[in-house]
């Protein structure tokens, strides 16, 4: 499984943006995609994840009512609509996808930079 992030930028705090994530090759065999962030200094944090046949979806609290991760099977790409941004949304974001035969991420995008000024 191949994954691509696209979508980051700079934004004043307030704004919007919308990161996607395009999957090809074994899509068939995804059961979770995600999307986590790493700060400069800071470990890499769960964002959000959902299933790819069902949409059932998670949130870090921090992120909880400003986020909104979506997918589209036809189209192999999962969506973070991310509004009402901070400052310390500021990070590198990857997208990751979850095998149906593992309990760990197994594939990670390549991140993709999103900057929100104050």
């Known amino acids: 499984v191949q994954l691509q992030a696209s979508g980051g930028g700079l934004v004043q705090a307030g704004g919007s943006l919308r990161l996607s994530c395009a999957a090809s090759g074994r899509t068939f065999s995804v059961y979770r995609m995600a999307w986590f962030r790493q700060a400069p200094g800071k470990e890499r944090e769960f964002v959000a994840s959902?299933?790819?046949?069902?949409?059932?979806?998670y949130y870090a609290d921090s992120v909880q009512g400003r986020f909104t991760i979506s997918r589209d099977n036809a189209k192999n790409t999962v969506y973070l609509q991310m509004n009402s941004l901070k400052p310390e949304d500021t990070a590198v974001y990857y997208c990751?996808?979850?095998?149906?035969?593992?309990?760990?991420?197994?594939?990670w995008g390549q991140g993709t930079q999103v900057t929100v000024s104050s």
């Open positions: 959902i299933t790819w046949s069902g949409g059932i979806t």
């Open positions: 990751a996808a979850n095998l149906k035969s593992s309990n760990k991420y197994d594939y």
